[in-house]
């Protein structure tokens, strides 16, 4: 008994997640999970996706401990603006005398936050509307698909504009604009999933039982549909990051002087011939942070897809 | 042989003549850089636009004139002399006789009233500067009257102070047109409107060939301009947006004066060889509009601190360099009586102190509407950082110019950091918006400064109405100083810079004259060594 109870080692715990004969449905997914790790692990790229964000993640969370300056109170204007990068500014100073290396540090929670917020908002939209459009048909699927048409009838930048013109400036008005405009392809996506597994022999038997089609979406639709939303979400997130760097880059993301990377490329394009730093710093930070955010959504997907092979 | 000979020798000529084109200009032609994308017409009864106003300075010749240098200084250009009656309400002008317009048609006072008749008449965005004498499109025919081939009179509702009207007709409003041209042009009664819009019909020292939008404006010297001709055959404007394609272009010799660079180009062009920078001062002045329609910013210590927590030398001397130079009053330099004082320093102390007399010893909160350009949005995040000092927090609030400048139309912002330019060279265009406010509510009809920041002051408001009706220009200069030492002290506008137009031009480009205004820019002189 004793031995079996305590499967201590690293191979043993592997022999217990990769076994064949799971005893428990708790051990099955699990195995199921390190499965995939397996696979995604193996895709350097991935990897090297995954290790972005991760470090985006503990920079944002750790921003007070690593910036060297404060982000939004500038230096002395006379000597301490448009300073090359040096051991005191690692990446120069911007145009108000501010660290930039700082102001990136803590921007790095606004990016984190935007993703977030976005995600947390469009994706359970995203996924109920296309979910129930899908599962009920009839008039409900044209009107929820003609309303979803329209918003992808615009192009997203522009109507995320729109929204932000209306509701005013602002960071979490700009997380609301693009969240208004980011769910439309999550419910087509879902939508498109449920088409092909709504008519399957388990959906009917669940029918059949007398479930309510609450219940089906909910508890045997959607699990199935996840996966592919979350990869779309996850290759999305660069999407999001340039619409709030485009939004910031216009003015209209987040208010000065809150360290947001599209605003500060954009305060630093009138010097990019003599001060190349201050614009190009935040634009390397946006495009190492998309490109994670891709890799990784790309490894995702390789896992994750059930039509891909494993 | 002859044949191969011949060949070489014509491939060669041609290889002349068709070399890749140095990049120096034509030693006749000035070429400029500059961003023109708001011309919307080229009749001078419509332009009220920057680029345009320029060119209308330099293609069309007004009744009066100002030295440049001392803007104190009128004299006449077509007018030769004039004559205030009695009364002060009329103003009999002779005109100079032997000038012709560009045409070959003789300038008259037949073309001066007609002129005059017809931006009235035409009624478009400037005619205000000349129907604020009275005159509507019926009765300005009784009221600009010829009386002879070289004579006519001007007669205004009130007496107002003869300098007014003077400066009035120095705007581009007040251009000469050839009647007889313009006639022959006009269509359905429209006054040649529609005709003049893109050609032209007047006498200055250079005659205007070709506008293409967002393209060129090219300007040719008139040849029977009365005065001395001018010794370029040809000015050429290019349309080039960005600031930076124009300083390279101006290092590579491409164009021979560049218009729109920002600090940092200006800044980097000073060390170029080849290159110099001229400046001269410009009437738009920068400030912030605190509404007194938010209690905080109503308290006399609150308006008066906030003047305290400005960083306007550090300001000017780095986010704004070369574009702005500190200015306190609301007239800027170069007008009839503007006060040059600047008392306002960076003093967080004395703004504290301030502010503790007003009972607000922790500071407060505010928001700022900011349009969300580069030295607007600049400005704004130094000002927010040294009103910081006070404990005043201020939000700054992005938006584009039409947002933001709607809502400081509506009075519903707490703090507007703008720009004011003067609508024309008298000192009443800048008091009547800063220093009078006849209707303080909500449905007033006129909407200046002072209404839009809920300034109710009708005291200074019955000041400036006198001030336009002060017969003498030295008593009329002082009433000025003291309007402008008033609203420095208690108004509700934190003014801090006053603009400095700025061209970095080749060396060999000499006599191109920075005006005080931006019809004032003058190349009738300019030349090419």
Redesign the interface.
């Known amino acids: 008994m004793a031995e079996l109870a305590a499967p201590s080692g690293k191979s043993s715990l592997r022999e217990w997640l990769t076994t064949s004969e799971p005893r428990s449905r708790a051990q099955a997914r699990l195995g199921n999970a390190y499965r995939s790790w397996v696979a995604f692990s193996r895709n350097p790229l991935a990897m090297f996706g995954l290790f972005i964000v991760l470090v985006l993640i503990i920079v944002a969370i750790f921003a007070d401990q690593l910036a060297t300056h404060s982000p939004t109170v500038g230096g002395d204007l006379r000597t301490e603006r448009l300073q090359p990068p040096s051991a005191a500014h690692w990446l120069g100073t911007d145009n108000q005398a501010r660290d930039i290396y700082s102001r990136l540090v803590h921007g790095s929670r606004l990016t984190l936050m935007v993703v977030m917020l976005v995600t947390v908002i469009a994706m359970p939209v995203g996924l109920l509307i296309g979910t129930v459009s899908g599962y009920m048909g009839g008039w409900i699927d044209a009107v929820l698909m003609r309303i979803t048409d329209i918003f992808l009838a615009f192009p997203r930048l522009i109507l995320a504009l729109a929204f932000v013109a209306a509701l005013g400036p602002g960071i979490v008005n700009a997380i609301i604009a693009i969240a208004i405009t980011s769910w439309p392809p999550y419910a087509r996506i879902a939508r498109a999933e449920t088409l092909t597994i709504r008519n399957s022999d388990f959906v009917v038997a669940v029918r059949l039982q007398g479930a309510s089609p609450f219940r089906i979406i909910t508890r045997h639709i959607m699990p199935l549909c996840v996966p592919s939303v979350i990869i779309r979400v996850t290759l999305d997130m660069a999407g999001i990051i340039l619409t709030a760097a485009g939004l910031g880059f216009l003015g209209l993301g987040a208010q000065p002087p809150t360290p947001e990377w599209g605003a500060m490329i954009a305060s630093g394009r009138q010097f990019i011939i003599d001060y190349w730093w201050v614009a190009t710093m935040p634009g390397i930070a946006i495009f190492v942070v998309s490109l994670g955010f891709n890799l990784l959504g790309d490894g995702l997907r390789d896992v994750l897809d059930p039509k891909a092979e494993k | 042989m002859k044949r191969v000979a011949t060949l070489i020798a014509a491939s060669a000529m041609f290889a002349l003549t068709f070399a890749p084109a140095k990049a120096e200009t034509p030693p006749d032609t000035l070429v400029m850089a500059w961003q023109f994308d708001d011309i919307i017409t080229l009749d001078p009864a419509e332009v009220f636009e920057f680029s345009a106003a320029e060119m209308m300075g330099n293609t069309y010749e007004r009744l009066i004139g100002y030295d440049l240098k001392d803007v104190s200084k009128l004299f006449g250009v077509v007018a030769e002399s004039w004559e205030v009656s009695q009364d002060g309400k009329t103003i009999t002008f002779k005109i100079r006789q032997g000038s012709k317009f560009a045409s070959g048609n003789d300038l008259t006072a037949e073309d001066v009233v007609f002129s005059l008749q017809r931006a009235v008449k035409l009624d478009k965005s400037p005619a205000f500067i000349l129907t604020q004498f009275g005159f509507t499109a019926d009765n300005v025919e009784q009221k600009i009257v010829q009386t002879g081939d070289y004579e006519f009179t001007f007669e205004m509702d009130q007496a107002y102070a003869p300098t007014f009207v003077l400066y009035c007709l120095t705007s581009t409003v007040a251009s000469v047109v050839d009647k007889k041209l313009v006639l022959e042009n006009e269509a359905n009664g429209d006054l040649g409107y529609e005709w003049l819009k893109r050609n032209y019909a007047g006498s200055g020292p250079f005659a205007l060939r070709q506008w293409r939008p967002n393209e060129a404006v090219v300007l040719e010297r008139n040849e029977n301009y009365a005065g001395e001709k001018a010794p370029l055959a040809r000015v050429i404007y290019q349309h080039v947006p960005e600031?930076?394609t124009q300083?390279l272009m101006l290092e590579r010799g491409d164009i021979d004066i560049a218009r729109n660079l920002?600090p940092?180009?200006i800044?980097?062009l000073k060390e170029a060889q080849g290159i110099k920078i001229e400046t001269g001062d410009k009437g738009g002045i920068y400030y912030l509009g605190l509404n007194q329609k938010n209690e905080t910013l109503a308290k006399p210590e609150v308006r008066q601190a906030l003047k305290y927590l400005v960083?306007y030398q550090?300001?000017a001397?780095?986010?704004m360099a070369g574009q702005v130079q500190v200015h306190q009053a609301f007239l800027p330099k170069g007008f009839l009586g503007a006060v040059n004082d600047t008392p306002f320093q960076l003093d967080p102390e004395k703004a504290k102190e301030l502010l503790a007399k007003a009972g607000l010893p922790d500071g407060f909160s505010v928001t700022m509407d900011?349009r969300?350009?580069?030295d607007i949005?600049?400005m704004?995040?130094?000002i927010?950082?040294t009103f910081?000092q006070a404990g005043v927090k201020l939000?700054?609030?992005?938006?584009?110019g039409a947002?933001t400048l709607t809502k400081y139309r509506a009075r519903e912002h707490d703090i507007y950091i703008g720009r004011w330019g003067p609508d024309y060279q008298d000192p009443n265009t800048n008091a009547d918006a800063f220093a009078a406010n006849p209707d303080n509510s909500d449905g007033a009809s006129a909407k200046p400064l002072a209404w839009r920041n809920a300034w109710d002051i009708p005291e200074l408001t019955k000041k400036t109405r006198a001030a336009v009706l002060e017969q003498d220009p030295e008593k009329r200069a002082a009433m000025y100083e003291e309007m402008q030492r008033e609203v420095m002290e208690t108004g509700p506008y934190v003014i801090m810079f006053q603009e400095i137009e700025v061209a970095a031009m080749r060396d060999n480009v000499s006599g191109f004259i920075i005006g005080p205004s931006f019809d004032a820019n003058q190349f009738g002189l300019a030349r090419k060594d």
């Not at chain 2, 939000?395 to 584009?400: C, T």
């Open positions: 600031s930076s300083r920002g940092e180009e800044a980097a960083d550090a300001i001397d780095t986010i900011t969300n350009t580069p949005t600049g704004g995040e130094a927010q950082q910081a939000e700054l609030i992005p938006g584009d947002q």
